[in-house]
């Protein structure tokens, strides 16, 4: 059996983050790792009390570092193959199977979770955003993909090694689009299903400024930072 280890990024999820791990358990994958970025509630403790290893950064760096120190610790800890999941319960643990089995068969270097596959409702501005990020990734970087930023995704130890994840906040998923074509690695999109919730809109990550945010990153780093 692989060495499977979940890496999730939290801020303030305190009421979200004992039934992602509990569920997590229940489901069989018990090494994983919860990164509190910088948290003002008890996040970290309520990890921890779940039964997840939990790390913390001092303050907010953003979702991008919190996935890099989770994924930094899987690592040293031998991890085989590890996934980045969600922390506030958008993501669905019966899709965990699809998503790691092209890893666990090496017939992928990475998996990456899409939402449109199995066409997903998702709320009409957000998927305006997320389709112009597809049309930003194939004109950036040639790779055509259904689903832009989808935080759930599988990676083979070696993809993980390889993978230099630099930009603290949002961009960093456009980043583990570009290190995929950069590094060669053989990828995958998996269908699986997000569950908004009006709280997960009102949190999320879907704003028409972030969006702007992301695109200046990407711009800056594809044509500046050479």
Known sequence: MENVWIVVAAYNEEKNIPRVVSGLLKAGYNDIVVVDDGSKDNTCEAAVKAGATALQHVVNRGQGAALKTGIDYALEQGAD???TFDADGQHRIEDLPAIIKPVVMDVSD???GSRFIKKTKVPLM???????????LLLFYGIKMTDAHNGF??????????????ADRMAHASEFVE???????????????????????????????????????????RFFLR
Do not use: C, W
């Open 81 to 83: 193959i590890i996934v």
């Open 110 to 112: 990475i998996t990456f």
């Open 153 to 166: 995704r599988a990676m083979s130890r070696r993809a993980a090694e390889q993978i230099n994840i630099t």
């Open 126 to 136: 957000r998927r305006v955003l997320l389709k112009g990020s597809v049309l930003v």
């Open 179 to 221: 290190e995929t074509r950069r590094l060669g690695l053989r990828y995958k999109e998996i269908p699986i299903t997000v569950k908004y919730t009006d709280e997960t809109l009102r949190r999320g990550h879907g704003s028409f400024r972030q969006a702007l945010n992301i695109l200046y990153t990407m711009i800056v780093k």
